[in-house]
């Protein structure tokens, strides 16, 4: 009897030492961006890390290649994108873009009317003199983006605005030349700057916050992008 459990036991272990099968979906290998990025990428929760869930597939895109070649600037980004291959990195992209989940509402709003009043203003009818066109030119008239490349201004804490018209600014954020942002965040004048991420942080997100599928007319500055992989045609 001892000689047939110990049969019994031997036989058992390999299976109970097995290992588990894995889960290999793009769900499951994208969890680790959840770390900074917030579950299933809603953004984090210090405002720092932003929302990537329902942004566009070009415009996620271009920013992993951006992080990965040195055209925008953080070092955990650009060691973890650096080993990926274009084709991977698109992956990433349009799994996140596929996301359609919902925004939180955004935080009131710590800024005088007047403030908000010429951050709408700005936002939605630039400053022809100072050859500034409007925020929605370029990322809809709702503000939620335009496919494939152009992503939506709502959503996003104030701090994070910020942030980003600072470092395209000072060169520490890029993109394919012709850099439209870069020349637009040199010409706006900082107390314009505040305003209109004040008043964009302060609006709510429309229940349906899926970008445009494209602009009624041409924006009138250039900007550029980045092709698809093998030189497939954006979609």
């Keep these: 009897m001892k000689h047939l459990l110990c049969l019994a036991l031997a ?4 299976a ?11 769900a499951q290998r994208m969890l680790a961006c959840s770390a900074c990025h917030g579950k299933e990428g809603r953004a984090g929760p ?8 329902g ?10 290649l951006n992080f990965r070649d040195g055209r925008r600037h953080y070092g955990l980004m650009a060691r973890l994108l650096d080993p ?18 919902p925004y939180p509402p955004p935080r009131p709003a710590n800024a005088p009317a007047a403030l908000l009043h010429r951050g709408e203003a700005v936002v939605r009818r630039g400053d022809a003199a100072a050859g500034l066109p409007p925020c929605t030119e370029c990322h809809g ?23 980003q018209l ?61 092709v698809l992989p093998a030189g497939r045609p954006r979609r």
């Design 46 to 53: 210090d405002g720092y890390y932003p929302r990537i869930a």
């Design 166 to 226: 600072g470092a395209w600014r000072t060169a520490q954020r890029q993109a394919h030349a012709p850099d439209c942002m870069a020349q637009i965040a040199r010409r706006l004048p900082a107390a314009d700057l505040t305003a209109a991420t004040a008043w964009l942080a302060a609006q709510p997100v429309p229940a349906d916050a899926r970008p445009a599928a494209s602009l009624p007319r041409p924006p009138s500055i250039a900007c550029g992008s980045a």
């Design 141 to 163: 008239e709702r503000l939620t983006g335009v496919a494939p490349n152009v992503p939506g201004l709502l959503g996003l804490p104030r701090d994070y605005l910020n942030a």
């Design 84 to 101: 990926l291959s274009d084709d991977y990195l698109l992956e990433i992209a349009r799994h996140f873009a596929s996301l359609d989940l």
């Design 11 to 14: 036989l058992a272990a390999p």
């Design 16 to 26: 109970a030492l097995a290992t588990p099968a894995f889960e290999d979906t793009m």
């Design 55 to 64: 942004k566009p597939a070009g415009y996620l895109y271009n920013q992993l």
